[in-house]
């Protein structure tokens, strides 16, 4: 099993407490579905034959350890580095989970692009005070495969949603919860609901 699945899925085996673990109340809010996409998906019988997940090195970063820094990434749970390629592995890995259902079968071939304009996790100062948001938000679109054309998007999508701070923060990653997990069940969720894949996979996210 890849780490992504044995980390998705430990959050389901772990059971969730509103106090200090990520719900479906409590992660997925804020997110914003194109109308109809489900069932476009299911009636062309879609087979995703990429995913293509963009973070412009235009998108400035912040390593600064304010409350919230002015930049358009912030990201700390990995070691300093190329902050646009980790942030670019945190979104892929959660969208190769997500859509794997689509990857073997289908017959009308689709490339997934998602575009980041924002990705803002928390500072360490953040993390173990107040806490706050992460804002994940990207531009979404879903291409023929063959073709190149848009099937739907581009559109916007934002997927911000509660941060754990403080003695929650500390809780979870006691039970091995860190932002890395909740961002990425949060994107897993938003993708398994968005092509129609929720109710085929009830155990594997929460």
Known sequence: MKPIAAALLGLAALGVSA?????????????TLPSGLAAQAQDADWQVTGINVIVPETLTVSEANGIKPRADIVWREDPLGNRHEQVQEVVQEAMEFALAPLVEDGTTPVA?????????????????????????????????????????????????????????????????????????????????????????????LF
């Open 112 to 204: 997934v692009e998602l575009e980041l304009t924002r990705f803002h996790a928390l500072t360490e100062r953040t993390r173990y005070t107040i806490g706050g948001e992460h804002e994940i938000e990207f531009i979404f679109t879903v291409r023929h495969g063959e073709t190149g054309a848009a099937l739907t998007g581009p559109m916007p999508v934002d997927l911000t949603f509660r941060a754990l701070g403080g003695s929650r923060a500390l809780e979870a990653e006691a039970q091995g919860i860190y932002q890395r997990d909740r961002i990425q069940s949060q994107i897993t969720g938003w993708a398994r609901a968005e092509f129609g894949l929720e109710a085929q996979d009830s155990d594997a």
């Open 19 to 31: 106090c200090s673990q990520p719900s479906r109340v409590d992660v997925m809010q804020n997110v």
